[in-house]
């Protein structure tokens, strides 16, 4: 089955600077990548997906990447702002209304 | 948007005890449903799948007649933990789909005394 790495565990940045989430997938046939942000206690939050005929996605301050040959993608923030502030997850799935296999989570701590 | 519904959002019992955790697409029919365990934390994992009208699919390790998932119609799944312990303890989270992307649960947080 599916196997999603996630780095860093933990990520610090002050507010204003960029911060950059990788994950890696081990099934090829992968080819949906979700993203979601999660505050303590809530539900995850879909911030933005891929699919894999593109190679990247812009939504604001928020884009993804995807190199479907080396089998990772990532999530870059800009201009991080403290409600940034939250834990990320990475996501795979053969499409987009199948089964999640998640990343081990990244716990972002954006300083004012 | 799709609105999915979890119910209750807290649970504290006594070991031993069965809960039902119900979740509910409010605007749109789910005809698959997920179920996640999330410890604290750690990631979510999967725990099965739920297909309306038919037996839930459980993913290795995660015991059937343990959590009994019922998807009765296509606007709600349940999620019964039977006997429960303390180390059945988590946050459960459902999630729905229908073509589109996932739309997650405000989860079930559970303790187990």
């Known amino acids: 089955g599916e196997n999603v790495e996630q780095h860093p565990s933990t990520l610090s940045v002050q507010e204003g600077d960029s911060a950059v989430i990788k994950c890696t997938y081990s099934?090829?046939?992968?080819?949906?990548f979700p993203w979601y942000k999660q505050e303590l206690g809530k539900r995850p939050q879909l911030i933005i997906d891929?699919?894999?005929?593109?190679g990247e996605k812009k939504d604001q301050r928020i884009a993804v990447t995807l190199n479907k040959t080396a089998k990772h993608f990532s999530l870059h923030i800009t201009e991080t702002q403290p409600e940034d502030s939250a834990v990320y997850f990475c996501?795979?799935?053969?499409?987009?209304?199948?089964?999640?296999?998640f990343g081990g989570g990244t716990r972002l701590m954006v300083k004012p | 948007g799709a609105v999915v519904s979890q119910h209750p959002s807290w649970v504290i019992c006594k070991s031993g005890t069965s809960v039902k955790i119900e979740c509910r697409s409010l605007?749109?029919?789910?005809?698959?449903m997920f179920w996640y365990r999330q410890f604290p934390k750690q990631s979510l994992m999967l725990m099965a799948t739920?297909?309306?009208?038919?037996?839930?699919?459980?993913e290795q390790g995660v015991e059937k007649d343990k959590f009994l998932i019922n998807h009765a119609s296509l606007t709600l799944s349940t999620l019964t933990v039977t006997s429960a312990h303390p180390e059945d303890s988590s946050f459960y989270i459902c999630?729905?789909?229908?073509?589109?992307?996932?739309?997650f649960g405000d989860g079930t947080r559970l303790s187990i005394l």
């Open positions: 996501a795979a799935s053969p499409q987009a209304g199948n089964m999640l296999t």
């Open positions: 605007d749109f029919q789910a005809t698959t």
């Open positions: 891929i699919r894999s005929n593109v």
């Open positions: 999630s729905a789909i229908q073509g589109q992307p996932q739309h």
């Open positions: 099934d090829s046939a992968s080819n949906y």
């Open positions: 739920s297909n309306e009208g038919s037996k839930a699919t459980y």
